[in-house]
């Protein structure tokens, strides 16, 4: 209905005290903290230094995604599991919890396990280096010692082999062939120091690669073989896998600490929050100084909660000065049958101080367009059935309470608006039905235009409103009031044939012709004022643009009669037909259920943004951000008690 009322206030307290205030503040969370003008008040600002908690809030972020889940609840139990509550005691106790030697014993068992499977990558690719090898059966003590012989390890292409053989019973040299395969083949040589140069100069002119055994000649014992290389590599291999896998267990285990880190994790976000609230405090030698933002309706509770806090503490709650509403934070106020429509507002982006909330305007609309859209009542029965069930047992708070409220109304509208132009599963109640839009689609056309073209007025109408608030009253009354004069009249006159609608239209474009222009030359703002006439064009664009709702409408209904004409076909299948029908039945309409809420959901919120919002909305507004404590752990199956009876036992 409105933009809630905010008020500032301004504290002052004794510096040592700032600290545990900030904390009392996070506990009632119903204040913003904004920073103080330093400069002007020639305040010292907060030091703080949040890098240590960002870089355990990193690390402990890390652990959990690394842990394993110990046990995945499924299904409702999952859906309903109750959310944990801090109180000041618990979080101390959390944040005195050892979770740092927990981290860093993670830690290091994570880095010792990243090395180890480092050296099994190595061992695994020396073992396919040698394997090629491996069937060079001699010690490989053999290969070295020579003082006037070179021996090589070559790897060569299949083709360029014979003319290699060839090219070696010409020189003092042997050849011996290791292994073949299909792209490479292994040869050794061994030639005298004096065949050196004729040796290279055959491999000069050839694609080879020159193998070197150095590193595995220098650790060889007694008659090794390469063969006993590669076992002795898949025993250190294999030894360093049964190691991975002591760790992994070791790592599992962390996850008794699971509960225990997502607490702390959101506790030290708590901090940084608080911390990040200091800084914006101004400090002088003895004195600290906040400001901030209250919701108005808050004001009594606001001052006896600080004044129970402490005698020292000097508050001043004031209505905001005419240069601070722009920087005012924006809170929703609407009836509580409207709150969940604010998610649509939300998704635009809040209102600027001081201009109209569109909320209630567009929510009557909203719940009638995707009902239209979707057109079917057995689906609505479903979401609302759904969404309801969720509410009353998981009983969710904030967006997501919103979110399955609005949810609900949605199913409600597909209800009622499903039983009169649609029908239930694809089957129309024809007693029932006020228009049949699969019969005669005209009717369902008019209506979707009729509704958009109220909505269209409604909307030059609030823009009436606000030029009006801003000043221009001429303006609004001429210019707006003209549109509004001269649209429903050309309307009743095309309909009706009755000149008094004429007249009316007439009178309306005269507005809108002679007031349109600011400008003092009579011609000029004569001739401004006929092309702004052209602006017809665009409201009738704009109430065309609701004829999308007939088209949504018609496509659910089509795709449900499908599938209930497939079910049919099926069922008459021998023997499995039963369950073939049932599986299309089922499967087919929860997929027409998604995709036509989906696109009634998408396709009426296009509407608001495009063609009601853009004539007099003005989005733009900050959200009001209260300094609260994290009162949730996300992923915690048990209730941390908030008395004395903490985890701390199983957390060590």
Known sequence: MAISRVKRFEILLPAGELEGFLSYLQELGIAQIDPVSFQELELKPVEVDTSEHERWLARINRLLQSLPEPEEKKGLDKLLTPRPKYSAALRKALLDFGYQKVVEDFERLEARRNELLQEIKQLEREEEFLKPLAALAIPLKELTGFRHCQVQLIQVQPQDLEQVQEKFREIPAQLFVVSEEKSRVFILIINHETAREEVDSIFSELKTVFISLGSYLGRVKGEEKLSDVLAGL?????????????????????????????????????????????????????????????????????????????????????????????????????????????????????????????????????????????????????????????????????????????????????????????????????SLLLIDPLQDPIPFMVLALVLGFIQVMLSTFLSLVREYRSGDRVGAIAVKGGWLLLLPSLVGYLVLKKPVFGIMALVGASGIVFFSSKSRNPLARFFSGLYALYGISGYLADTLSYSRILALGLSTGVIAMVVNNLFQIAWKIPYVGWLAAILIFIGGHLFNLGISFLGAFVHSMRLQFVEFFTRFYQAGGKPFKALKTGKQVRGVYKMIDSSSRILIGGLK
């Open 234 to 430: 898949s025993l250190r291999r294999e030894e360093k896998k049964r190691q991975v896998e002591q760790l992994d267990k070791d790592l599992s285990g962390f996850a008794v600490h699971r509960p225990a880190l997502m607490a702390v994790h959101d506790v030290l976000l708590s901090e940084k929050e608080k911390l990040a609230g200091a800084s914006r405090a101004g400090l002088t030698e003895k004195t600290g100084c906040l400001q901030g933002w209250i919701p108005a309706a808050e004001e009594e509770n606001f001052r006896n909660r600080i004044t129970k806090y402490s005698d020292h503490i000097y508050l001043i709650i004031r209505d905001p000065r005419p240069e601070e509403l722009e920087e005012a934070p924006v809170i929703l106020e609407n009836p509580e049958i409207v709150r969940p429509f604010e998610i649509i507002t939300g998704l635009y982006g809040l209102p600027q101080p001081r201009t109209i909330e569109p909320t209630i305007f567009l929510a009557p609309f909203f719940f009638v367009f995707v009902g239209l859209c979707v057109s079917e009542a057995g689906y609505g029965l479903v979401v609302a059935l759904l969404s309801l069930l969720y509410l009353k047992l998981a009983r969710p708070k904030g967006e997501t309470e919103l979110f399955l409220k609005l949810l609900f109304y949605l199913g409600l509208s597909n209800i009622v608006l499903g039983t009169l132009v649609g029908g239930w599963f694809g089957f129309p109640i024809k």
